[in-house]
């Protein structure tokens, strides 16, 4: 793919609007995503062509550069269609930031075409050896979520130099590979989110430029806001995003069960029963509350990151906060919803199954995990804590 650059960047408004329309696409397409384990050609069609997998990456290349909270809505909302499209969404966007990490040669050819689509594990799961003009790369990497549609891949690594950093510990890089150039183990064989297409990414000798090589730890070369908002913080709302959207869509699968559902020996319709009210009622003002406080401490970071200041650490740690909250409690109220759907909700057809798998594999994802509860609980301590990835 070139990198022609587009003349003018997609707007706020317009990525939600149009975030609205494929949340659509995504529902009537999500069980061929997971029959297939990759979304279906038209939906990847209509998210490049809407400008929403690249909409962290910076104006320069024509993008939206949009806010975390634009952006995050959005996937929010494609998830409330499909959980594994908005998951895609989240990965694509939070790639895309990393072309404020490299060098303008570098964002471009990853970047810098409107159709481009990142995937990225920024784990160190490969080994970087210098060479002239940039490194050799070599390694495996799993959980590469949208790889399948994916036309660059950014894989953490840890740079063979023999120096380390200051501290003695290993030199951290990522680098922009096109996925071309990476061989793709079909390991994606799960109970939830099938659609993602989460395949393993084998890199054998593979030469990477040094303008496509980038450094989480020094930080971006571009500054902007959006840039100063703690990457990692933003990895884990995108994944909490993506909870989100599923809790929301499994009360609105929930509510269509309902109204028609008689169970068998009764004559009231599944909503009619007290029970399913008081579950629903419940559901709703949880789903409502996690979802306001993620929102809340994003606008809280946003706006110390307009300022032109680093955004601190009571501020990054709300942000971890409020994702592990997201994420466990709409787990919670999609179990709360599968439960209440019954016999019928077993079934292959039944979108609440899907659902309720999704939602099982989404909070086994390292960024929402319950040992961000110990980290996050040791700083509000006041206990030495690692707080380099926060």
Same mark, same amino acid.
């Given at each position: 793919?070139? =990198? ?26 999500? $069980? ?11 939906? &990847? ?44 969404? =989240?990965?694509?966007?939070?790639? =895309? ?21 990142? !995937?990225?594990?920024?784990? *160190? ?12 790369? +070599?390694?495996?990497? +799993? ?15 840890? #740079?063979?130099d023999g120096r380390g950093d200051k501290d003695?510990?290993?030199?951290? %890089? ?10 793709? &183990?079909?390991?994606?064989?799960? +109970? ?21 090589? #980038? +450094?989480?730890?020094?930080? *971006?070369?571009?500054?902007?806001? #959006?840039? %100063? ?28 069960? !309902? ?23 419940? $559901? ?21 990151a307009s300022t032109g200041e680093t955004v ?15 994420? %466990? ?27 309720? %798998? ?25 206990? *030495? ?6």
């Amino acid at each position: 793919m070139t =990198s022609t650059l587009p003349a003018t960047e997609p707007k706020q408004e317009s990525l939600k609007q149009a975030a609205d329309r494929i949340r659509l696409q995504a529902q009537a397409s999500a $069980a061929d995503n997971e029959r297939n384990r990759r979304l279906t050609p038209e939906l &990847v069609d209509a998210l490049r062509d809407s400008g929403l997998m690249r909409c962290g990456a910076t104006k320069a290349l024509g993008a939206a550069q949009a806010s975390p909270a634009v952006s995050l809505e959005c996937a929010e909302t494609i998830a409330r269609g499909d959980a594994a499209t908005g998951w895609c969404v =989240s990965i694509a966007l939070t790639s =895309s930031l990393l072309a404020a990490y490299l060098p303008a040669q570098g964002a471009a050819e990853t970047l810098g075409h409107p159709g481009s689509i990142a !995937a990225g594990v920024w784990a *160190p799961r490969a080994k970087a050896r210098p060479v002239d003009g940039g490194v050799i790369v +070599s390694g495996r990497w +799993s959980f590469c979520s949208g790889i399948t549609h994916a036309n660059y891949f950014f894989g953490g690594c840890v #740079l063979d130099d023999g120096r380390g950093d200051k501290d003695g510990a290993p030199t951290l %890089r990522a680098v922009g590979i096109p996925t071309a150039e990476l061989r793709i &183990v079909d390991t994606w064989h799960t +109970s939830g989110l099938r659609g993602t297409g989460s395949h393993d990414a084998v890199a054998e000798d593979v030469f990477v430029p040094a303008h496509r090589v #980038l +450094s989480l730890a020094d930080g *971006p070369l571009t500054d902007a806001p #959006l840039y %100063r908002f703690p990457i990692y913080g933003y990895f884990a709302l995108s994944i909490a995003a993506a909870t989100l959207g599923n809790a929301r869509g499994s009360i609105d699968d929930l509510l269509d069960l !309902a109204g028609h559902k008689v169970a068998t020996g009764s004559r009231r319709t599944l909503a009619e029963k007290s029970t399913t009210q008081a579950a629903v009622a419940q $559901a709703e003002a949880a789903l409502r509350a996690a979802r306001a406080f993620f929102y809340s401490v994003i606008d809280d970071a946003w706006q110390a990151a307009s300022t032109g200041e680093t955004v601190g650490l009571a501020h990054r740690t709300g942000l971890r906060l409020a994702a592990a909250h997201a994420a %466990r409690t709409s787990a919670k109220v999609v179990h709360a919803m599968y439960d209440l759907g019954g016999g019928s909700a077993i079934y292959d057809d039944s979108p609440l199954q899907r659902r309720f %798998r999704d939602a099982t594999t989404a909070t086994a994802h390292l960024q929402v995990s319950p040992a961000m509860w110990e980290t996050t609980g040791r700083i509000l301590l006041d206990l *030495p804590t690692n707080v380099a990835q926060l």
